[in-house]
């Protein structure tokens, strides 16, 4: 017990400040308040300080980061948003919160439900940004957003948002989630095109069948 | 046969011999263990600490089966040695439901006993102090009772029926208006209430007591520590005697942050409990998740694919690593150094963060086990990333913060012999984790009965001999390199394939049953009691939460110790309020 633990824990202090000066003699002006800079400080090659001066600066999400979800839309001609949902109710249920709320349409004539949302709520209050409803939401409608900065003044009028706050267009979701928006895509349109093949199958079957049985009705004419 | 069936047996039937009539094997479908009489109940306790080995009580709770009008207390005992448990119930009608308290044998069960009091309001006859722990005295009956309900009730099961097809939306506290949204038990009136003796001590902010015996006429004083003070790391108080400064007594007071996780968990389907379990102890969710994910998988009968595997205990890994680096920072905070170790433990651990956040997409609140795998694969750039952690910047940070500290002489000095917890008493106290493992025994559940893949990589269980302060910060030293380790071959063993086996589902039908699962937490053993009638909600689901747990030697702990010392005795602990009060 001579202090000499001491001095040598303090080496590593010492060391670590003057990295930080080091640095930023390196860098100059590219270590604070540019993307560059960013990234840099928040990855594992950093020397001296790391921290992040929020808000100036922002960290970037990474694609898989979850807040509040939103709905997504299909960008119709006239500018206004188509929702992908079907109201299937699914989201309703897994949600643990159990924030999500929403009124089925009806067929106005026939009253019976018709697959659209009429209205559709999510408490922002009490979801807890869980990404449940993203994941089993089977008709990619409900995505998990990147937008963390929602503080209001006012909770009682701000915080329970509407179809219209939650509707964003595809082209958004392409955006903060590109690979998954890719992968959705893709299986869509393999979906799609199993379909297609399908039908075209079905029908040069049931051609097949057609000319066969013209054939045989020829024959048995024949004979 | 193979040695451990032999073994079982010979305990069956040295069990079912020595105790006829009063013991029965529980025959119940998906049940396990022993149902015992409850005037039995102490005697075969003894039976199993003192002659079959079983010298660690693990977990204590209870069930209220209502329709069958029965409160039945669960028990798991384990011998430190290693093995599965032994599980032992007893059950008692539910309008008077006594059982005898096994604080005389097991000294853990102080804590978990008056739990069960408090929110099952079963009594332990022969507690010494049985009273309410989570909840305070103005609270009107036990919660987790199947016939109690809060004032604002909406339906017994989620999901409720007012969300879909016609969700029109309200907010629960405009049904429910502040002022009118507490019940009182008949007759108590909160502004005409005082504390009785035993508690006046916790409610009163400073007070004096005679000293019993000495021949100087001196007073102690009770100095409340907390629920509002940095070092108590959330909200929690320590109510202490002192001596001058000398700690003459101490009792945790706890529950400030107790939103009844469980009566929570019983209303949510099983898959919603996922996300619930992040926020009990937010400093380690990744190993929340496997514990919850372990117990539910076993009454379904999946397991997950390999990839899975390996994911999972990745993920476990590096949650072990951040906590235990948080937990020194932290606990060099509580020791003066205010904020310079932490701030290089946390630059650790944001790195960490970064992974579970690109991989779960939330740093704290990962959500990401499911039942029979996980919810994402980890991406080619994400695994690089946690490659050249595990194998450069981790131990190079982890040699450099040990330079930093370990032999500095405060840490020293004011670690070494203090807060001292023998074997024995660690055993006793069904200390958990780092703290037990720091006292001597080397007990870690990955070894004693590994769970998931972990008896295929090569690591040492952790163990120091001193039991005190400095030697829990030492152990977690230890810890984040066999960590390190495991996470080394993990990367290098980790096969190709699927992350989840079978479809994913949001509606699980679990057998009816109970089942146990646990897991070694960064906190000690994290276990999930969960019970299943069939239905798609848990009957009874109960954590076993390390951090409440751990707390039941912290008296014993800081008796005849400084009252500056508390402090840092509270930090090497570690405790997560959110899994404490739960
Ligand atoms: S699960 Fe998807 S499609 Fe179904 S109601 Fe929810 S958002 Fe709409
Ligand atoms: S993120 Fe979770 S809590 Fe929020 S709306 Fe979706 S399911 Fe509900």
């Known amino acids: ?223 | 046969m193979s040695e451990q069936t032999v073994m079982i047996q010979n305990e069956e039937d040295t069990l079912l011999s020595r105790f006829p009539k009063v013991v029965r094997k529980d025959e119940r479908k998906g049940y396990e263990g022993y149902v015992v009489e409850a005037n039995a109940l102490t005697d075969f306790a003894r039976t199993l600490r003192d002659e079959l080995g079983y010298d660690y009580l693990s977990s204590v709770t209870g069930v209220d089966y209502l329709p069958q009008g029965q409160m039945e207390v669960v028990y798991h005992a384990y011998k430190t040695t290693g093995g599965p448990a032994l599980v032992f119930k007893v059950q008692v009608p539910r309008d008077n439901p006594v059982v005898p308290s096994l604080v005389p044998i097991y000294p853990g069960a102080d804590f978990q006993e008056r739990e069960a009091w408090d929110l099952l309001g079963i009594k332990f006859e022969g507690h010494p102090n049985l009273k309410r722990i989570l909840l305070w005295e103005g609270f009107h009956g036990h919660p987790l009772r199947k016939d109690w309900r809060e004032p604002y009730f909406e339906a017994e099961h989620k999901p409720y029926k007012s969300r879909f097809p016609e969700g029109k939306v309200f907010r629960a506290e405009e049904r429910n208006p502040f002022g009118k949204n507490v019940d009182y038990p008949a007759g108590f009136d909160p502004a005409q209430w005082t504390p009785d003796n035993t508690n006046a001590l916790i409610y009163e902010g400073l007070g004096r007591v005679e000293k019993a015996s000495d021949d100087l006429p001196t007073e102690q004083i009770v100095v409340n520590l907390g629920p509002q003070h940095p070092s108590t790391h959330g909200v929690f108080r320590m109510v202490v005697t002192l001596d001058g400064e000398t700690v003459v007594d101490l009792e945790p007071v706890m529950g400030y942050l107790h939103r009844n996780h469980e009566k929570i968990g019983e209303r949510n389907t099983w898959l919603m409990n996922m996300p619930f379990t992040d926020r009990l102890d937010y400093l380690s969710p990744m190993s929340n998740n496997f514990g919850y994910a372990l117990a539910v998988e076993k009454l379904l009968g999946v397991k997950p694919p390999e990839r899975a595997e390996y994911i999972r205990v990745i993920m476990a890994e590096l949650t072990r690593i951040q906590n235990h680096i948080f937990a020194i920072g932290m606990f060099l905070n509580d020791m003066g150094a205010y904020f310079t170790p932490s701030l290089y433990a946390i630059e650790e651990r944001e790195l960490i963060l970064d992974v579970f956040e690109a991989v779960a997409g939330s740093r704290m609140m990962v959500n990401y086990f499911r039942f029979g795998g996980v919810a994402r694969d980890i991406p080619e750039d994400v695994m690089k990333k946690i490659h050249d952690l595990a194998f450069e910047r981790l131990p190079r940070r982890i040699d450099e913060l040990d330079r930093y500290l370990t032999n500095s002489e405060i840490v020293r000095v004011r670690g070494e012999g203090v807060g001292v917890l023998t074997p024995e008493q660690a055993i006793a106290y069904s200390a958990a984790g780092p703290v037990l493992r720091a006292s001597g025994v080397p007990y870690d559940v990955r070894r004693a009965e590994p769970y998931s893949i972990y008896d295929r990589f090569d690591f040492d269980v952790a163990v120091r001999y001193h039991g005190d302060v400095y030697d829990r910060y030492l152990i977690r030293m230890d810890e984040v390199r066999q960590s390190i380790r495991i996470i080394q071959q993990a990367l290098q063993q980790i096969p190709e394939g699927p992350i989840m086996s079978g479809k994913p589902q949001y509606q699980h039908r679990v057998p009816a049953g109970e089942s146990y699962g646990r897991v070694e937490g960064p906190k000690g053993e994290l276990g999930f009691y969960v019970v299943s009638t069939g239905k798609g909600n848990p009957w009874r689901y109960h954590v076993r939460a390390p951090s409440f747990i751990n707390l039941t030697a912290l008296a014993e702990m800081t008796k005849g110790q400084k009252v500056a010392d508390t402090v840092i005795i509270l930090g090497s602990i570690d405790i997560v309020l959110g899994e404490t009060d739960r």
């Not at chain 1, 349109?189 to 379909?195: D, F, G, H, V």
């Not at chain 1, 079905?202 to 049985?213: G, P, Q, S, V």
Request: aromatic share 8%; net charge positive; charged share 35%.
């Open chain 1, 1 to 223: 017990m001579d202090g000499s633990g001491i001095l040598k824990g303090l080496g590593v202090t010492i060391k670590r400040l003057i990295a930080t000066y080091v640095d930023d003699f390196k860098r100059g002006k590219a270590r604070y308040r540019t993307d560059e800079g960013i990234a840099y400080r928040s990855s594992a090659e950093v020397q001296g300080i790391f921290t992040i001066q929020y808000p100036d600066e922002k960290l970037p999400v990474p694609e898989e980061f979850r807040f509040v979800p939103f709905l997504v839309g299909e960008e119709q001609e006239d500018g206004t948003l188509d929702p992908r949902c079907t109201a299937c109710g699914i989201c309703t249920k897994v949600c643990p919160a159990q924030c999500i709320w929403i009124v089925r349409s009806k067929d106005p004539k026939t009253g019976r439900p018709r697959p659209k949302p009429a209205e559709f709520y999510i408490d922002i209050d009490m979801c807890m940004n869980c990404g449940l409803c993203a994941e089993y939401c089977p008709f990619d409608s409900i995505k998990m957003d990147h937008n963390y900065e929602l503080a209001t003044y006012d909770r009682k009028a701000d915080n329970i948002f509407d179809l219209q706050k939650l509707l964003k267009p595809v082209s958004y979701y392409a955006q903060i989630r590109p690979e998954n928006y890719k992968r959705e895509e893709e299986a869509r349109r393999k979906a799609e095109e199993a379909k297609r093949k399908a039908a075209e199958a079905r029908a040069k079957a049931a051609a097949a069948r057609a000319a066969k049985a013209k054939a045989k009705a020829q024959q048995a004419k024949k004979e």
